[in-house]
């Protein structure tokens, strides 16, 4: 990561307390970056001051909500990077409350643009979309122009927010980046319920030595990537002038079946036992099929790719919350 | 219309003060439906008294928001056809503000459909999409399937709406059909100004005997319908099982240039004057070109095609409007 220049240079990440936000905001302290964070710690969004305990001292750390227009003015006006991840996550939380979903995750996006558009149109804002926005998969791998027929709320408003980024960098000259991410796993990410990040789940309930109970025969196949993976594509996101005004797929690129994962994770961890159970009804209808990332675009504009193996990654998942669990649990 | 069958069906038309609105009240009406409107009276959103005054005693009125989540589920209870047309309708102001279209528009839509689910999933929903979800067409005419990169809030939230009614469809049984609707004209829209509905404000530029401006040398093709047209589609969406679950293109299916059509506009009103002007650096930018409806799927579907012709359109308008000028200017 030679190539990215974040020596001094001012970040602010919306969502910092959660999965993405702070495992980016350790990589960019590691680079020099001045990093503040603004978490609103709403329960069940992920949000977690654990995430950031060790590194809590170099950060300037605020609480508050990114609904909310003046405090945002005023967090982007000194900023040169904003990473807005800020959002409700939770795909299954999206379809019992889907006004909450967009008051979070829309106006929420929205709001963040809108304070740069007042008060620092020169900064670079970098977004989380997801290969759920494009529903079930016509064809694989899934490239950039696929069309998108998001199954669930929570996908619309990704897609929501993509198209918001992409009318404030047309319109508005904002510099803005879209990262459609497929299925990041691994360190601070919730490990409370299984609604979303199921990969971390299964490593849950692996360390606990219970049965991870897989849908079906688990044929389908997922495209799991490792968190520092998707901290990478985040920072050269936020770096690089090829990134203006773009739209990336990101995501292993090269598939695992659920079952394949499943038993990877009871080898790596030593315990739990995978055992296969019907298509529940409801989460059959959500079920998307399988889904691999065609990685080409950002591998070619920004020269991406993941580096760390599924098994790599699990292994490394794993210590972290045998080490961590009571914060997590 | 003898397939339409209205007859003593219960009819709830949200932004019913508003131009389509309106039209569609009266349709409904004739064809022996009850009908109930919901209109906010925001300023500037189009909604108008007088576009109902003659059948006022035929109709109920109710002055309500339909982001008020009780009224809505108390409004959609008794019905079996929702029009849900309620809606911030000007572009311009959409990139003024951004938040309080997602307000109008975003949550608006989203309100009525979440009133549906928890109190009347059997209800039919009606929603208009745009045109202008497309962009800058890549190849004409345009079909259902063209890509999708709005130009401004305004398309990106009739996109957002479009994605609501087919999530609410596919996962929670709501039958919803969206008609993507190029430029609709005709009597009961605002006129009081040129931000959207250029076409209306041609008509009264010529009532006016005043100098109807073209940007450029007005060969940008649009495809303009009269709002007769427009209220047939929405009738047969309303009440065709074809319509379950699907999204049409709706329009002309024919282009006019900007220049023929004030030309056509001058010499049907008999006065003003056509005159060509530079393009506007911020209308530029906006501008999506060239524009024409693929109406084949409609057509198939629900046998729906255009019926008036645009010189009989603007005839009908400018009549309405030399009428009822006190009203509207």
Known sequence: MNDLQYKDVRVLITGGLGFIGSNLARALLDLGAKVSIVDALIPNLGGNW?????????????????RDLALMQDLVANKDVIFSLAAQVDHIASMADPIFDLDMSGKGALTVLEACRRKKRGARVVFPGSRLQF???RRLPVDEDHPMD??????????????????YHNAFGISTCVLRLSNPFGPRQQMRHSQYGILNWFVRLA????????YGDGSQQRDYFYIQDAVD???????MEA?????????????????????TIVDVVGSGKVT????????????TGGYITDISKIEK???WRPKVNFKDGVRQTAEYYRTHREHYW
Chains 1, 2 share one sequence.
Do not use: C
Not at 150 to 167: F, T
Not at 233 to 239: H, I, V
Not at 276 to 287: F, G, N, T, V
């Open 243 to 263: 990134a203006d005004g773009q739209v990336f797929n990101v995501g292993a690129g090269a598939p695992i079946t659920m079952a394949e994962a499943a038993r």
């Open 301 to 303: 504009a920004l020269g």
């Open 150 to 167: 998001p199954m669930n709320i929570y996908a619309v408003h990704r897609l929501l927010g993509e198209k918001y980024h992409q009318v």
């Open 207 to 214: 360390l606990e030595n219970r049965e991870i109970t897989v």
């Open 233 to 239: 594509a985040f920072l050269r996101a936020g770096s």
């Open 276 to 287: 296969h159970i019907p298509w529940p009804e409801d989460r059959s209808r959500q079920e």
């Open 50 to 66: 654990f995430n950031v305990e060790s590194i809590r001292d170099k950060l300037e750390t605020v609480v508050g909500d990114v």
């Open 135 to 137: 529903g079930r998969p």
